[in-house]
């Protein structure tokens, strides 16, 4: 085979299966196919994998090339061209979903504890400790039973057979007492956090 052949003559052999006549295409028409195809991507090894994509349409349907539409290089550009932009589309559709991967991480946020924040924790477990020890014991009991056993008021009084009036007044004067207490420990904290003049 020489280079006598027209593209039209090429491209019937190779719809028969002519690997032969696809390389002779492949030789004339490479050059221009990777220069539009690099123009478009601006990266060598994308261009590369275009002209190896339309190559293998050219393989595959190049029988959809009419002649009376065009010149068949008209037609293999245009061929180049829409590959580089589904090629660019697809690039694009996944940065775009990597940015909202990447926000959706950016939202979760770190649920694990800071030192400080532990240490303010505990300190505030502690002030609470020490102001249920000013309670007397009846109101400590409900306090526990409700606060650190998920009672209800309901439920303390069922369980622990006292009058449901008594269980709302015990942990009102409860909840009074350690807000007292607990301000007063906070003050006394200020004081002593003062610098001394």
């Known amino acids: 085979m020489t280079e006598t052949w027209t593209d039209v003559e090429l491209l019937q052999k190779i719809a028969a299966g002519d690997r032969q006549a696809l390389a002779e295409l492949y030789d004339r028409y490479e050059r221009m196919v990777y220069g539009l195809a690099w123009r478009l991507m601006q990266d060598a090894q994308l261009a590369e994998e275009i002209v190896q994509d339309v190559f293998t349409r050219v393989w595959q349907k190049g029988q959809s090339y009419d002649p009376d539409q065009g010149k068949f290089s008209t037609w293999l550009l245009q061929v180049t061209r829409n590959r580089a932009?589904?090629?660019?589309?697809?690039?694009?559709?996944r940065q775009q979903e990597t940015l909202q991967d990447d926000?959706?991480?950016?939202?979760?946020r770190d649920e694990a504890p800071t030192t400080?924040?532990?240490?303010?924790?505990?300190l505030?477990?502690?002030?609470?400790?020490?102001a249920l020890e000013t309670l007397h014991e009846d109101q400590q009991a409900v306090i526990r039973w409700m606060y650190f056993q998920g009672l209800t008021q309901q439920e303390v009084s069922e369980r622990y057979k006292i009058p449901l009036g008594t269980v709302k007044s015990r942990v009102r004067l409860a909840l009074n007492r350690l807000k007292q207490t607990m301000e007063m420990q906070r003050e006394r904290g200020d004081r002593h956090a003062q610098p001394s003049v």
């Open 85 to 93: 932009l589904d090629v660019l589309k697809s690039r694009k559709r």
């Open 103 to 108: 926000a959706q991480w950016r939202d979760v």
């Open 116 to 122: 400080e924040d532990a240490v303010l924790v505990n």
């Open 124 to 130: 505030q477990r502690q002030e609470i400790r020490d």
